[in-house]
């Protein structure tokens, strides 16, 4: 009889990431992030008073569409990734992609940081359901090793190693331009 191997599931992670602020570079909030272990919820783009924190679905390899250099006033590439299954046991969800009309008619006010408009009937259209987002309202608490740090270069990891007198409060840092590069 063939013994066959157990096959490890991949773990499925929500992405978070951080831009630069007027005081501070994206790579300073996101060493802030790990500092302080929690990525505080905001309030940009989110309907209603509930600040929320966002998050994509979408595997580390494709995250190339969200970080294209075109979208760098909304997405810079320094980030983290947590497990999707503890953002799940937090609270998060889905986000619901909806006209607003719709959405009102629908949900209790308190409830609209869970939409993201979708007006396809607007020129141009308004979609932006190819980010797979998740919300969670409030923040979220950073388990370490339940995260991964994202940054941009392996310059960016000797960085974050430094700053954390290399032991970063999570379970590694992964330099995404490597897996961005085009074949040569």
Do not use: Q
């Amino acid at each position: 009889m063939k013994r066959e191997s157990a096959k490890i599931p991949a773990v499925a992670m929500l992405t978070h990431f951080t831009r630069a602020s007027t005081t501070a570079t994206a790579l300073d909030n996101l060493v802030a992030i790990l500092k302080d272990g929690v990525i505080r919820g905001g309030s940009r783009m989110i309907r209603g008073a509930r600040p929320a924190v966002c998050m994509f679905d979408v595997p580390i390899p494709e995250l190339r569409t969200i970080l294209d250099r075109r979208n760098r006033r909304r997405y810079e590439p320094f980030g983290i990734a947590v497990d999707k299954r503890y953002a799940f046991t937090m609270g998060a969800r889905p986000v619901i992609y909806l006209p607003w009309h719709e959405a009102e008619k629908i949900l209790a006010p308190e409830e609209s940081w869970r939409v993201v408009s979708l007006e396809l009937d607007k020129d141009p259209p308004v979609d932006w359901s190819f980010e797979r987002e998740w919300r969670i309202a409030g923040n979220l608490a950073v388990e370490r090793p339940l995260a991964v740090a994202l940054v941009e270069t392996w310059k960016d990891v000797d960085e974050i190693f430094d700053r954390f007198d290399g032991r970063p409060p999570c379970a590694g840092v992964i330099p995404l331009a490597g897996m961005f590069a085009s074949p040569a």
